[in-house]
């Protein structure tokens, strides 16, 4: 991707945590590079899965500065000043914030101050960033702003899309461009080798990765590994950390289940995880997506998971996976059981899931439509 013989330049601005939001920006942000656009990472921290060297890719960090009349030390003015650094300094033909808030709101500062120069701005919508956070009553005028203010808006699923509409009122389009994974990397590894942790395959090996927030619904995971435990011999891995963890390690002593439950916590190698999982749960209170999910069924792995939120356009229900009332522990147990019991079904689902996959979030199909949106964002724009 080039433009006079120099590289197009792409900054993005995303949450370097384990987060999905954070995922798929910087696993979309390598796909360019490999493409031959160049790349920019601003955000406070190397992003989890920003590992090792690799060519065409830049991280800058954004360092605060404090001062004793401060609360709180205020990142989001220190990000946009940062972001016209780099736009100066790289010449960045577009900017790519995911997670509406404060990310969309930073670029438009940046954006006003880098006038009279155009920096196309395009936002990703990923999911609590509306229907959690950018909802609540301080922050719901300035999201919606800030979505108005975008060159480009998309979100990852139709939920969503209609979610933003509805508690925004927003009139411009949102494009929805789904999550998408590597299925190269995301692959069923059946057989020998991998984490300890999933070896001995006397038992079958249930999995959640999550942030461990309250929207994740820890306890209703905790329960249906209960049930399915004591009908089929298995054990958990909860891959992640976050708030409900310690709720969630007491349930499970006083369950008595504490034995085959295995917090693993923050992990990188998902992929060597999930390709050895027999069943994944995700019964969020909603999900607009469901990441974890999809990288699940990448591994052929069948998914229990919430029918609330956007998970329908992931999994079709009976054939790709399972979608269940979040608060529904007995049904996802009565599931995961008949699954676990029975190889062939198992077998069934995880191959339905791995060819939805194929057919709708490789990673290839998704990219392209994001190059398309940033042609068209900066032709619109700067009529580059
Ligand atoms: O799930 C989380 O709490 C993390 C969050 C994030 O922004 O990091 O995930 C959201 O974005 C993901 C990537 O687009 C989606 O796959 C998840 O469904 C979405 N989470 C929720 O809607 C709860």
């Known amino acids: 991707m080039t433009r006079n013989g120099r590289p197009r330049t792409l900054g993005i601005v995303c949450y370097p945590s384990s987060g999905g939001s954070g995922i798929v920006a ?17 955000t406070y921290a190397q992003p989890i899965r920003l590992k090792g060297y690799e060519e065409n890719v ?56 880098l006038l009279p120069r155009r920096l196309p701005i395009v936002t990703t919508l990923h999911g609590t960033d509306i229907t959690l956070v950018g909802v609540q009553p301080s922050f719901h005028k300035i999201t919606r702003f800030s979505i108005e203010q975008s060159d480009r808006v998309t979100a990852v699923s139709d939920f969503l899309r209609r979610k933003t509409i509805e508690s925004f009122g927003v009139e411009r389009s949102i494009e929805v461009i789904p999550n998408f994974v590597d299925t190269d990397l995301f692959q069923s590894q059946p057989n020998g080798g991998g984490p300890r942790v999933c070896s001995g395959r006397t038992q079958k090996v249930v999995m ?12 209703t995971v905790i329960q249906t590994f209960a049930r399915i435990h ?5 054990r958990l891995l909860l891959v992640g950390d976050g708030p409900e963890r310690w709720q969630a390690q007491n349930e499970v002593r006083a369950l008595g289940i504490a034995e085959d439950v295995h917090f693993l ?10 390709g050895r999982a027999d069943l994944y749960l995700l019964p969020s209170e909603h999900e607009s997506f469901g990441l974890s999910a999809l990288e699940a069924m990448s591994c052929e ?20 996976g399972f979608l269940v009332d ?22 069934a689902i995880g191959r339905a899931a791995r060819a939805r996959v194929e057919e709708r979030f490789a990673i290839d199909k998704v ?3 994001y190059e398309r949106l940033y042609e068209g964002a900066m032709r619109e724009v700067v009529g580059a």
């Open 265 to 274: 916590g923050v992990r990188e190698g998902m992929a060597d995880l999930l």
């Open 208 to 219: 959640h990765a999550s942030n461990f927030r309250p929207v994740k619904n820890i306890p």
């Open 367 to 369: 990219i392209d439509r």
């Open 301 to 320: 792995v069948p998914v229990i998971a919430t029918s609330q939120g956007g998970t329908s356009e992931v999994i079709e229900h009976g054939v790709s």
């Open 230 to 234: 004591d009908a089929v011999p298995s």
């Open 58 to 113: 830049f991280f800058h960090q954004v360092q605060t500065d404090n001062y004793p009349v401060f609360h709180h030390p205020p990142y989001t003015l220190s990000l946009a000043v940062k972001i016209t650094e780099i736009a100066d300094t790289h010449g960045l033909d577009v900017l790519h914030v995911h997670y509406a808030l404060p990310h969309a709101t930073c670029a438009y500062l940046a954006r006003q101050m």
């Open 26 to 42: 910087t696993e979309l942000g390598l796909q360019l590079a490999h493409r031959g656009w160049e790349v920019h990472f601003i």
């Open 326 to 347: 979040p608060h529904d522990a007995e049904e996802m147990a009565r599931i995961g059981i008949e699954v676990l019991e029975n190889p062939d079904r198992q077998r």
